[in-house]
């Protein structure tokens, strides 16, 4: 089999969340968020490298802050686009086709992943070509007009709210991406232009745990379960 390569897009700003710096490089835990994202990877058996994906004007000095931390698997450090589906793309173009077989894409800011749920997404995606971690909503959704008026009530059984990783065949993600690009399409997450190409999407169950980090409340929350995990 050839490899599994996990791509990380990093070049997020904390504006939403309130901090002058790079939310990534926020600490928790007495590390940056980005750091204990990688830490998951690194300890991940099927994770064989990691590509990062930084601000183009920062991808110098972040790649020295994390190699100060001594990781022991392959990471790439590459320069991100203006957009995140641009970042994902840059770091994607740095890939070798002929010897990876899956793209594993996951936040910079979701560092409470949990190895197991990186390697079902992994061994799904094997199987099917394209999977993505999602758990149950919970609230029941409203489908809502631009003057602030309900238009329908969506069937809360049937919805899911997505996470990453998110995890499909080399080849898959490479046509998703030439296509999005020639329609010039955006989407809200990697499998969305995997679903334009016709191919069906595996939802492998996620973790209320593994949220990613937007808001001064979300930082809170990432300590406390950082210190209930010990």
Do not use: C, W
Not at 72 to 86: L, M
């Amino acid at each position: 089999m050839g490899l599994v390569t996990a791509i990380i897009p990093a070049a997020g700003s904390g504006r939403r969340i309130g901090s002058s710096s790079y939310k990534q490089f926020i600490e928790i835990g007495r590390k940056p968020i980005v750091v204990h994202t990688l830490e998951r990877f690194q300890q991940s058996s099927v994770i064989d490298e990691i590509v990062m994906v930084f601000p183009p004007d920062k991808v110098e000095e972040f790649s020295g802050r994390i190699a100060a931390y001594g990781f022991h698997k392959s990471i790439r450090f590459v320069a991100g686009g203006e957009r995140r589906q641009d970042s994902v793309h840059q770091g994607f173009l740095s890939l070798n086709g002929q010897e990876t077989d899956i793209v594993v894409i996951h936040d910079a800011v979701r560092p409470l992943v949990e190895a197991n749920l990186i390697q079902q997404v992994v061994e799904k995606a094997r199987l099917t070509g394209a999977a993505i971690a999602a758990i149950q909503a919970v609230d029941t959704i409203k489908e809502v007009s631009s003057q602030d008026v309900v238009v329908a009530t969506l069937n809360r059984p049937a919805l899911r709210q997505v996470q990453t990783p998110q995890a499909f065949a080399y080849p898959i993600f490479s046509e998703a991406l030439q296509k999005a690009y020639a329609d010039g399409y955006y989407g809200t997450d990697d499998s969305s232009l995997v679903e334009r190409v016709g191919i069906q999407v595996t939802v492998v169950p996620g973790s209320p745990f593994n949220i990613k980090i937007t808001t001064p409340a979300d930082v809170r929350f990432a300590e406390f379960i950082l210190r209930e995990r010990g």
